[in-house]
Structures are given as structure tokens and as C-alpha cells.
């Protein structure tokens, strides 16, 4: 069983830089693509972003081109999110997942995900 613990949520003004980190629980992620998704107040969960394990190859949605960066650390078993220049709009509970071998393409056009972490707050507000 494969758990994903995020953090590094908070509350802060437009503009705001802030790391997310995604922990797993396992020893290796050989076989999985790690994606960061959002779910905004009164929407449905977004992909954002994914990264393979195996290559470090990267996708990102158009919407986050440009401000957010996904990097991984796999000597930590560890998966972040930089974001630069938050807006508003980016206020949403932030979760990682893990699909099971699968490309960075097909985890961020069509998610199948196997594992949810339970999300981590980040809120943008002046």
C-alpha cells in the first residue's frame, strides 16, 4: 500500500512563491508517475502537472505553464510543487497522487489514479 503525505500549504497575499512536498511512505516509486492535482471551492479536482520516475520527464497543464515547477528527489521518496506568483484564483486544497505505470502524458490528459494523498491548503488572499 502505497501513502502520499503532502504539505507546505498555507495562507498568504497574490504574488506569493510557496513549495508543496509529496512524502510516500514506500521505499521506491519505480513504477510510478506522481501528478499534482487542485480542487477549488465549488469545482471539480484539476490536473496540474506530473513527473515520471523513471526519466524525471515532466507535463504541465497550459493553465500553470510558466509559474508552477514539479521536481522530485527520489533518494527522499519526495515529489514538490514550486509555485511562483499565486493568484487568487489558485486558492484550492492541493493533492499528489500515484498512478502505476503510466506516462507523464496519459497521468495528466486522462487520470487513472491509484493512490490520493489527503491534500494540503493553500489559500491566497489580500
Known amino acids: 500500500q502505497l501513502q502520499l503525505v503532502e504539505s507546505g500549504g498555507g495562507l498568504g497575499q497574490p504574488g506569493w512563491s510557496l513549495r508543496l512536498s509529496c512524502a510516500a511512505s514506500?521505499?521506491?516509486?519505480?513504477?510510478?508517475?506522481i501528478g499534482w492535482f487542485r480542487q477549488a471551492p465549488g469545482k471539480e479536482r484539476e490536473v496540474l502537472s506530473c513527473?515520471?520516475?523513471?526519466?524525471?520527464?515532466?507535463y504541465y497543464v497550459d493553465r500553470v505553464k510558466g509559474r508552477f515547477t514539479i521536481s522530485r528527489d527520489n533518494a527522499k521518496n519526495t515529489v514538490y510543487l514550486q509555485l511562483n506568483s499565486l493568484k487568487a484564483e489558485d486558492t484550492a486544497v492541493y493533492y499528489c497522487?500515484?498512478?502505476?505505470?503510466?506516462?507523464?502524458?496519459?497521468?495528466?490528459?486522462?487520470?487513472?489514479?491509484?493512490?490520493w494523498g489527503k491534500g494540503t491548503l493553500v489559500t491566497v488572499s489580500s
Open positions: 514506500v521505499s521506491t516509486l519505480d513504477y510510478y508517475t
Open positions: 513527473i515520471s520516475r523513471s526519466d524525471g520527464s515532466t
Open positions: 497522487a500515484a498512478q502505476y505505470d503510466t506516462t507523464v502524458q496519459a497521468m495528466c490528459i486522462s487520470p487513472l489514479v491509484d493512490y
